[in-house]
């Protein structure tokens, strides 16, 4: 018989060769998983780095949304807990966030970045961009569907009036609902070449005129719990990522 000390024990305990295999065989199993788990953990934090890096980039040509990425992927992260979404759930939301404006690169600036009103056959290639987004992305295989799902879909709007496809209600996907809400919060309350930024209140007072209208009112019922109590100069306030 073998003898082994269990740590944290006086005692010295009696084990069988064939016990002492199969510790040994688990303490190496277990080495091999904390270290898979350290290369996920390393992959999980590139691939939201790489994300980010893609939201940043868009931002940066249309430079007056700065700020807008980190904005959107902060709230609709809280929203989407709020709302229950969990793990990969979770990232598949939030990476939605990242790259609903991929889109936009095909968008010409002097459209993207007109300062004035938007005639009719300019609207019509504004939006285009969910559709062009989603045809950009979709093929990698990584991208989960409720990410393509917040791209091409988060410009359809509950009555059926939004784009590309006229979608309406509980037809839209639940991820793009959810981020609809945060995007157009933040539309609200951004300066624009063709507005002025309006007060967190006066925005907050909008998307309750747009619950069950325009947005999802239980979305938006949520994303007011997250952010009661909170003033406008708070609600800019981004933690670093």
């Known amino acids: 018989m073998d003898v082994v000390l269990v740590f944290g024990s ?3 305990v009696k084990t069988s060769r064939e016990t002492r295999l199969l510790l040994n065989n688990a303490a190496v199993r277990l080495g091999h998983a904390l270290e898979r788990s350290g290369h996920l953990e390393q992959l999980n934090t590139s691939r939201e780095e790489t994300l980010r890096a893609l939201g940043l980039a868009l931002e940066y040509r249309d430079y007056e949304t700065k700020g807008h990425t980190d904005r959107v992927v902060h709230l609709t992260d809280l929203l989407g807990r709020a709302l229950g979404f969990m793990g990969p759930d979770l990232d598949a939301l939030r990476w939605g966030a990242f790259l609903h404006d991929t889109g936009k690169v095909a968008i010409p600036d002097t ?5 004035g009103k938007l005639n009719s056959e300019e609207w019509a290639v504004i939006q285009r961009h969910p559709s062009i987004g989603f045809e950009m992305l979709h093929h990698i295989p990584s991208l989960p569907a409720a990410t393509l799902d917040v791209v091409r879909y988060h410009q359809e709007r509950w009555n059926g009036s939004g784009y590309p496809l006229g979608l309406s209600g509980t037809d839209i996907p639940l991820a793009a609902r959810v981020f609809a809400v945060v995007d157009v919060y933040d539309a609200l309350t951004s300066e624009r070449p063709y507005k002025q930024a309006w007060t967190h ?4 007072e909008q998307l ?3 619950a069950g209208s325009l947005l999802d009112e239980g979305v938006v019922q949520a ?4 952010v009661k109590g909170h003033d406008e100069g708070h609600m800019k306030q981004v933690p670093e990522m």
Not at 111 to 115: C, F, R, W
Not at 201 to 204: F, L
């Open 201 to 204: 209140e006066a925005a907050i």
């Open 223 to 226: 994303f007011l719990h997250v």
């Open 208 to 210: 309750c005129q747009e």
């Open 10 to 12: 006086t005692q010295a």
């Open 111 to 115: 459209i993207l970045l007109k300062p």
